[in-house]
């Protein structure tokens, strides 16, 4: 199966400032999602990016498939922002619905 | 529209007793998953289905059965719980089109097994 690396696993931040998380696969892919676990448990999708660069607010995120990773951005970074980012993936070799997270990183960002 | 709701939020159960845990959703949406969260491990998933009366294994399915008889319901059961099945439940649902689609998920269900 595909392998989904995330890194770095741990970022701790000031308020205000930027960061890049950054997500490898292994294989091929048709998609590729990231997602915010907050505080609470809540998982929030951000993006659906199979392929290029998309913004919302203070982030953004590019996927590159055919170097096989993807970022996410997260700019001027507030308290809120704090909690898990996961990337989860869609497996062209794969059953067509079967997503494949990576393990996740791990945003503090104090004021 | 209440999105994707899971009943109980957290439950403590006896190692070798059953339940079911519910997921509804009111997107119309045809693709329905449950993934298992553990520490460090990321989101697995254990069964989904792309419709109703349609299901299929994901990557951890032992020691649960799902059905789909309906578009709004995905209920995962546990036969027999073991307290290698203590986690936090997610359900999640995407519309459909032949490939997983922006995934909605459910508040989650912890499960603790004794």
């Known amino acids: 199966g595909i392998q989904v690396e995330q890194s770095p696993p741990d970022l701790i931040l000031q308020e205000g400032a930027n960061s890049t998380l950054r997500c490898n696969f292994s294989?091929?892919?048709?998609?590729l999602q990231w997602f915010h676990q907050n505080p609470w448990g809540q998982l929030i999708n951000l993006f659906y990016?199979?392929?290029g660069t998309k913004q919302n607010g203070r982030l953004s995120a590019t996927t590159v498939a055919t170097e096989r990773y993807s970022l996410l951005y997260i700019s001027s970074s507030q308290t809120t922002d704090s909690g898990v980012y996961f990337c989860?993936?869609?497996?062209?070799?794969?059953?067509?619905?079967?997503?494949?997270f990576g393990k996740g990183t791990l945003l503090t960002v104090n004021p | 529209n209440a999105g994707v709701t899971q009943t109980p939020k957290f439950q403590v159960l006896k190692t070798g007793q059953s339940m079911t845990l519910q997921c509804a959703q009111d997107?119309?949406?045809?693709?329905m998953s449950w993934y298992r969260q553990d520490p460090g491990m990321g989101l697995r998933l254990i069964h989904y289905?792309?419709?109703?009366?349609?299901?299929d294994q994901g990557e951890v399915p032992n020691g649960y059965n799902v059905s789909r008889s309906t578009t709004e319901d995905f209920p995962l059961r546990l036969l027999s719980a073991a307290p290698s099945q203590t986690s936090v439940y997610f359900c999640?649902?995407?519309f459909g089109g032949g490939r997983a689609q922006t995934q909605y998920f459910g508040p989650g269900t912890r499960l603790l097994v004794l």
């Open positions: 990016i199979p392929s």
């Open positions: 989860a993936v869609d497996y062209s070799g794969g059953s067509n619905y079967k997503l494949t």
């Open positions: 999640a649902s995407s």
């Open positions: 997107m119309n949406h045809e693709y």
């Open positions: 294989d091929s892919v048709n998609n």
């Open positions: 289905s792309v419709g109703a009366g349609i299901t």
